[in-house]
């Protein structure tokens, strides 16, 4: 399995520590059943999902909401718009991801396949987090209801 990777004048930093990242990578192999497992293993991919900081919380060099919206969109009453619902009423939404998968021929470039997941949850946010009681009244009941 093949991957290519994008990148931008922001990735140009990063090659004072790290090798330039090529245009293609090998990821891993498929096995005989041609199914693409998750995993750790070196016939698996393995994925690991940044969530990006607040502009407060990250350190120079961090991805942050505010990267990556003004990457996105130019306008400037947009932007303000966009990371303040972040910042109030999509905290919940920015610890759920779903994994959009293309396959294009190498050859051709055609798009051959497009999948997309289902969500996928923190389980270590708060918003998230099975529910668990701890005091439960009445502590007796009966078939009747009482």
């Known amino acids: 399995v093949l991957i290519k990777n994008k990148t931008s004048d922001d990735d140009l930093p990063r090659y004072d520590k790290i090798t330039e990242i090529p245009e293609m990578d090998h990821v891993c192999t498929l096995k005989n059943d041609m199914v693409l497992h998750l995993g750790k293993k070196s016939t698996e991919l393995n994925l690991t999902i940044i969530i990006p900081k607040t502009q407060e919380r990250s350190a120079s060099g961090d991805l942050t909401i505010n ?61 998230h987090q099975p529910i668990e009681f701890c005091h439960v009244f009445p502590l007796r009941g009966c078939a009747l209801g009482g």
């Open 67 to 127: 990267k990556i919206v003004k990457d996105r969109i130019s306008d400037p009453d947009a932007i303000k718009s966009i990371i303040e619902y972040y910042r109030k009423k999509a905290l919940p939404d920015s610890k759920k991801a779903k994994i959009k998968m293309e396959i294009y021929s190498l050859e051709s470039n055609i798009l051959l396949s497009s999948e997309l997941s289902s969500t996928i949850f923190d389980k270590g946010s708060k918003h």
